[in-house]
């Protein structure tokens, strides 16, 4: 059972446009909620993240909002560049104490292509 | 450079064989993971340790098992119970167990035919 859903799986965009990719989760234990960068053979590296105190969090071209009470948060890239072609994934994770409470659950991934 | 070294990037098994990938860190920290990555299913947690000695199932720990006798160290061996083992694999550390950013390496990418 995925509790983070991810969309869409493939997105074009051109060079200066807005990406955004939406999750949605279902566990209201969630208080962390990162996104991931993967280049092509490469490990995903983290590139932002939020905590739901917040409802929005910029980070240079990069922006996560978040809709607590929708159990919704989004990742919006301004000015899309060719560079920015790489797979995202979200997450999400409780920072309940227990072992396995800070396990990241992921989302399915969105293969980004940003068109010169 | 402090980081996570995977090996080897590409591996290629005969179905039916058992097959260990390779992960060493040297950022010193105490937890480490294995996700395994499909197309759209996005990474799936396989085995994680918090400590040497000690490790722990994730959602889809049949047909994999795991060793962690070193701090740098967390072996993963695929084998031939695992049904569907052509994967992508990551393996990752945190500082510990607690600390939610993780740090990836760069995969193996698994074959079995």
């Known amino acids: 059972q995925q509790q983070v859903k991810q969309s869409p799986q493939s997105l074009i965009v051109q060079k200066g446009g807005i990406s955004i990719i939406n999750c949605a989760y279902e566990?209201?234990?969630?208080?962390?909620f990162p996104w991931y960068q993967q280049f092509p053979g490469k490990g995903p590296a983290l590139l932002i993240a939020?905590?739901?105190?917040?409802s929005e969090k910029k980070e240079g071209r990069f922006t996560i909002s978040f809709n607590k009470s929708a159990k919704q948060f989004s990742l919006h890239i301004m000015d899309s560049q060719p560079g920015d072609s790489a797979t995202y994934f979200c997450?999400?994770?409780?920072?309940?104490?227990?072992?396995?409470?800070?396990?990241?659950?992921f989302g399915g991934g969105t293969r980004l292509m940003v068109k010169p | 450079d402090g980081g996570i070294t995977q090996s080897p990037k590409y591996l290629f098994r005969k179905e039916g064989q058992n097959v260990t990938l390779s992960c060493e860190q040297n950022?010193?920290?105490?937890?480490m993971y294995w996700y395994r990555q499909d197309p759209g299913q996005g990474l799936r947690l396989i085995y994680y340790?918090?400590?040497?000695?000690?490790?722990q199932k994730g959602d889809i720990a049949e047909g994999y098992s795991v060793s962690r006798e070193k701090k740098e160290s967390f072996p993963l061996t695929v084998t031939s119970a695992q049904k569907n083992p052509t994967a992508f694999y990551l393996c990752?550390?945190?500082?510990?167990?607690?600390?939610?950013?993780?740090?990836f390496g760069n995969g193996t990418r698994l074959t079995v035919t």
């Open positions: 939020i905590r739901p105190d917040v």
């Open positions: 990752a550390s945190s500082f510990t167990r607690r600390d939610r950013l993780l740090h």
């Open positions: 340790s918090q400590i040497v000695n000690d490790f």
């Open positions: 566990n209201t234990a969630f208080d962390y």
């Open positions: 950022l010193n920290h105490d937890a």
């Open positions: 997450a999400a994770s409780m920072g309940s104490g227990n072992n396995a409470g800070n396990m990241l659950t």
